[in-house]
């Protein structure tokens, strides 16, 4: 079975461009998450989305993040324009409901973004 | 606030240990705990989910424990090997199902030396 698939791996730009960050899931999750990873701050939930609708964005930082899931198998964060505190490892997870809940999420390899 | 304090931030030992890393959260109101792997570069991968009525979970040679009302949790490692060195993750989940929030401390860092 394919996990979730996040590209690119790796993503360094200058600050003021334009970055996209994408995510497939598991075939089948109908909840998709973002994550952000730092040092200072570990693990943070950005957003989360549940059959393709996003239902909690409180953890999206500023406007300048936005997410989308235009189908229930991928995923994009977006970040317009792009600083240099922005600079993380963005993780993509995904999650299966069902009547006993307690599915664990299935988390990427992750995005490691450098803006410069 | 809800927070995650994992002793000790980092850790080496030799092959064959056993070992014990610990986790306290402030609020104990958890609907479950998690115990999340991470190597470097890669992703979390879940390794035990405890429910909030639950005191452990075991798999292979993984124990985890709970005590809610004092907020606590143990991961206990036993004969470590190499393969084990990885960023080891107490993750509590308040709120239930899917939609609960999940809450991250900064991790222990384990090194098993061979």
């Known amino acids: 079975d394919a996990g979730v698939i996040q590209s690119p791996r790796h993503e360094v730009t200058e600050m003021g461009q334009e970055v996209t960050l994408r995510c497939k899931p598991i075939?089948?999750?109908?909840?998709l998450f973002w994550y952000r990873q730092t040092m200072m701050r570990g693990l943070e939930l950005l957003i989360y989305f549940n059959n393709n609708v996003p239902i909690d964005d409180s953890g999206m930082p500023e406007d300048r993040f936005s997410a989308k899931m235009p189908n229930a198998s991928f995923s994009t964060l977006k970040i317009q324009p792009s600083e240099p505190r922005d600079s993380a490892v963005y993780f993509c997870a995904s999650s299966l409901r069902t009547e006993y809940s307690n599915q664990p999420q299935h988390f990427g390899d992750g995005t490691r973004l450098s803006i410069l | 606030k809800q927070e995650v304090t994992q002793i000790p931030a980092a850790l080496s030992v030799p092959e064959g240990e056993n070992l014990v890393l610990n986790c306290s959260f402030t609020d104990s109101a958890i609907y479950n705990l998690q115990w999340f792997r991470q190597d470097p570069g890669k992703g979390l991968t879940s390794l035990l989910l405890i429910q909030s009525s639950q005191r452990e979970q075991t798999s292979g040679r993984l124990n985890a424990s709970l005590d809610k009302s004092s907020g606590r949790s143990t991961l206990y490692i036993a004969a470590s090997q190499p393969g084990d060195s990885a960023t080891y993750l107490c993750?509590?989940?308040?709120?239930?199902?899917?939609?609960?929030?999940?809450?991250f401390g900064q991790g222990t860092t384990l090194q098993v030396k061979p």
């Open positions: 993750v509590p989940q308040y709120g239930s199902g899917n939609t609960g929030k999940l809450i």
């Open positions: 075939s089948g999750h109908d909840y």
